[in-house]
């Protein structure tokens, strides 16, 4: 039977025609996103797992900025304890140059003058050698601890190394001085016990450091391969939808053709009137 009222041809060229501006318009959709699952809607499951990884990824950026600080205040520290060290040494030739029996008294107080302002250095030294309110070296700080996974739940400690005078490490007195020979020479034991002590703290520090910059390499790896994740995931694939699209516009140009067609298929019913 024909009918004016109902065109089941152009009924079907209609939805066919809908179909393909739908699937038109995804495609485009993921050509100018560049993702294939832009939203929930795209596809709900696929969107969890990536917002959760983006979430991941973003907390691994903390990390990322815990491990950097806390590797910054050891640096500092190395960089003072390095100094300590080398103002142990200093001490030291003072302390046995004044040793010596053959040197005069105003020669020997010349040198203790000289050894005050060195050991009273040690002290400044150690007062600077902080780092975002962090000093791990004046017996402020026991330990630090900076984050090593995006949940919180690891952490990277490091032990502080107090090197007041006076302490376990620099054993030489904060008010250690000499006037004569003998008590100069009184002074080299704790002076080399101190610069060995010393010498095992930065030691303790630059491997602490290491880690530190170790984990951190990992923890910009680990972030690499979970963004490629993500991608692999929720991208799109450029060249698949580039076809996709010139398919998709030449059958939206037949599907227009089709549905003008079906609507002018029952034109010769007028015929019949004429």
């Known amino acids: ?38 939203s929930a809607k795209d596809d709900g499951a696929t969107w969890a797992i990536a917002q959760q990884q983006r979430s991941t990824v973003s907390s691994l950026d903390a990390v990322k900025e815990s491990l950097s600080r806390n590797s910054s205040v050891i640096d500092v520290a190395l960089t003072a304890g390095e100094s300590v060290s080398d103002l142990l040494t200093q001490l030291r030739e003072r302390a046995l140059e ?26 400044k030294t150690l007062a600077n050698a902080g780092f975002n309110g962090i000093n791990l070296l004046n017996g402020s700080k026991t330990s630090i601890a900076a984050l090593a996974n995006a949940e919180g739940t690891s952490r990277l400690t490091v032990d502080a190394q107090n090197m007041s005078l006076g302490g376990a490490i620099v054993t030489l007195s904060a008010n250690a001085s000499f006037t004569t020979a003998t008590a100069a020479a009184n002074l080299l034991s704790a002076l080399d016990t101190s610069i060995n002590n010393v010498s095992i703290a930065l030691g303790r520090l630059g491997t602490s450091s290491k880690s530190l910059d170790t984990h951190l390499t990992f923890i910009g790896k680990l972030q690499d391969t979970i963004t490629a994740g993500i991608g692999r995931l929720v991208d799109a694939d450029m060249a698949k939808e580039s076809a996709r699209l010139q398919s998709l516009q030449v059958r939206q140009q037949l599907a227009i053709q089709m549905l003008s067609i079906s609507a002018q298929s029952q034109s010769w019913v007028l015929s019949l009137f004429r």
């Open 1 to 38: 039977m024909n009918s004016i009222n109902t065109n089941i041809g152009a009924m079907i060229a209609l939805q066919n025609l809908n179909a393909i501006n739908a699937a038109l318009q995804t495609t485009q959709n993921r050509i100018s996103t560049g993702l294939k699952v832009a």
């Open 98 to 123: 004044a040793s010596d029996t053959s040197i005069d008294s105003t020669a020997r107080r010349a040198l203790n003058d000289d050894f005050i302002a060195i050991r009273n250095q040690i002290t």
